[in-house]
Nanobody, 119 residues
């Protein structure tokens, strides 16, 4: 099992920055690729970014490319999402998720942290 706890959300003005953290426990952290997703009421959950188990490969949704950066510290069992140049449309609940290396689906999710960007 994996327990994931997000933190760092809050209210920020457009153009501002936030850094989200996701602390993991349980399954060996470096056995997992990690992802960030977000969801707004009435919409499907949306992929934001992901990072491989070693941190060597990252990818981003087009909507956040160039503004968000995903990183991880395997010694601290934590994955981060640095969000810069925030826009009102980035407002959502942000979730981190774990994907066991070799598996095809994210199998553990955090409880989410709210990010609100005011215009």
């Amino acid at each position: 099992q994996v327990q994931l706890v997000e933190s760092g959300g809050g209210l920020v003005q457009a153009g501002g920055s936030l850094r989200l953290s996701c602390a993991a426990s349980g399954r060996t952290f470096s056995n997992n690729h990690m992802g960030w997703f977000r969801q707004t009421p009435g919409k499907e959950r949306e992929y934001v970014a992901r990072i491989t188990w070693s941190g060597g490969i990252t990818s981003y949704a087009d909507s956040v490319k160039g503004r968000f950066t995903i990183s991880r510290d395997n010694a601290k069992n934590t994955v981060y999402l640095q969000m810069n140049s925030l826009k009102p449309e980035d407002t959502a609940v942000y979730y981190c998720a774990a994907l066991l290396v070799g598996a095809s689906k994210y199998d553990y999710w955090g409880q989410g942290t709210q990010v609100t960007v005011s215009s």
